[in-house]
């Protein structure tokens, strides 16, 4: 017996790719509105280290607390980014039959993923910033009125202390 099978060859349709601008465009407006400001956040505390640089050993540059502040809460807004998409992600699941697939799950664990990155790279550059920038007032700080004041010596705060 000779089977033969005759199956048309059809061209399958490539399924449409994720990319890092699909995930920004496609996001939650809140979620969106956190990325927007991590990116401005992040290309600000550049400009402010990068100008920064430009000015003499010992001089205070500008935009420290800025840098600091980013420090601390780049992150943070990240991470509140990330866990907004992930809640909203829950709640659209929890009403959905049946549950989705992981392919349709990708692009919320993505946007949740860029938040904390952007989070991350924000709090990076204003602590690089930052800690270099602050290396360089050194000179400054050694040189104010606590370097002007002569220096106790230790027998002298010992007997102060007593």
């Known amino acids: 017996m000779n089977y033969e099978c005759h ?22 407006p809140i ?13 600000y505390a550049a400009f402010l280290y990068i100008g920064g640089m430009a000015t003499r050993r010992g001089e205070r540059p500008r935009g420290l607390a800025f840098l600091a502040a980013l420090a601390a809460g780049g992150p943070l807004i990240g991470l509140f980014g990330a866990a907004y998409g992930v809640l909203d992600m829950c709640i659209g699941i929890a009403n959905v039959r049946p549950a989705p697939t992981v392919t349709v799950l990708a692009p919320g664990y993505a946007e949740a993923a860029l938040s904390v990155a952007l989070g991350l790279l924000a709090g990076a550059v ?25 220096s106790a010596r230790p027998s002298d705060l010992a007997r102060v202390i007593a």
Do not use: C, N, W, Y
């Open 31 to 43: 979620v969106m509105l956190v990325f927007a400001g991590l990116i401005l956040a992040t290309a």
């Open 126 to 150: 204003a602590v690089i910033g930052d800690r270099h920038l602050g290396m360089r007032l050194e000179p400054l700080a050694q040189s104010g009125p606590a370097a002007a004041a002569p």
């Open 7 to 28: 199956l048309e060859k059809r061209p399958v349709p490539t399924p449409p790719t994720l990319t890092i601008i699909d995930v920004f465009t496609h996001a939650k």
